[in-house]
């Protein structure tokens, strides 16, 4: 216990240190992420000169204890999740992935919201075939954790059967590992298996500090991405948004309005960096090397 302790005090001091090293993005800078060039691929987000990791033995061993999980092909594919194995459908969110990570190093981030102005805009999609794909990086351990709890949609998406529940993880009432899978070696998920009662409450609690400081004292994840709910249907997301290094803002073509994007970004600014702006469910073709068709 003392060793988890003194780790959760190690990780709280290194957050800090990310704090005050990246200054937040205006908005009127925010980059989008929606239109990216190929690029060499990034390395993880580094280590602060004399910061101390976690063991790695005792990483390596928590993250092999997390259950094996297998989701079926066709499913992902009828959820249109593209990323799992690759190839030409799944280049604009490996474009995307090569993008974050250069921005998540040059800051020395880990945690990344992914949210919308509104609901039905595909950030559930976009954030599970972001992390499928950062998890096709070997040298990376990457987390998923479902955050949007009035409407979770992870565990549907994944066809996953068990009675996963990160909000108890979140209320300090039960460890990760009793509310995780793992795909592969190096990409964990947790989810929510239904709707929760009072999640507003919960994430203004601060139990949820305490529960991100401990999973990344345990697993020290290269990269924590958490699927957060709409920005404009509930306080939810701004409750825990203090909590995260940066926020992906996910909108909807012919949906979102821009002033939704603009309110959105003002609003996230004030309690994390912006990192950009992804436009979702839109049909476009590149002339050459690759096309793209994608709705959800």
Request: glycine share 6%.
């Amino acid at each position: 216990m003392e060793k988890i302790q003194s780790a959760i005090a190690k990780a709280r001091a290194t957050r800090a240190a990310r704090s005050r090293k990246g200054a937040a993005v205006p908005p009127a800078e925010a980059a989008p992420l929606d239109v990216v060039q190929p690029a060499p691929e990034a390395a993880a987000p580094a280590a602060e000169p004399g910061e101390s990791r976690p063991d790695p033995a005792a990483v390596a061993a928590a993250w092999s204890a997390l259950p094996g999980f297998a989701a079926a092909p066709g499913l992902l594919a009828r959820g249109h999740v593209v990323t799992a194995t690759g190839g030409k459908e799944a280049v604009p969110f490996d474009l995307m992935r090569t993008r974050l990570l250069q921005q998540m190093r040059a800051n020395n981030w880990r945690r990344v919201a992914i949210t919308s102005p509104g609901p039905a805009c595909g950030k559930s999609t976009v954030a599970l075939n972001l992390v499928m794909s950062l998890g096709r990086q070997p040298e990376l351990r990457t987390m998923l954790a479902e955050m949007d709890m009035r409407r979770p949609s992870l565990a549907r998406m994944l066809g996953l059967r068990s009675p996963q529940n990160f909000a108890r993880v979140l209320a300090g009432k039960d460890p990760l590992s009793a509310h995780a899978i793992r795909i592969g070696e190096n990409l964990a998920i947790s989810t929510c298996h239904g709707p929760q009662r009072q999640p507003a409450e919960l994430l203004h609690s601060p139990t949820v500090a305490t529960a991100l400081d401990r999973i990344e004292a345990e697993y020290d994840p290269s990269i924590f991405i958490f699927d957060m709910p709409p920005m404009f249907v509930s306080d939810d997301a701004m409750a825990v948004m203090g909590q995260m290094d940066c926020a992906l803002i996910i909108a909807a073509a012919e949906a979102t309005k821009v002033k939704e994007i603009d309110r959105c970004e003002r609003e996230l600014a004030a309690q994390t960096n912006i990192l950009g702006v992804v436009v979702n469910k839109c049909r476009y073709v590149e002339d050459e090397g690759y096309g793209y068709d994608y709705s959800s």
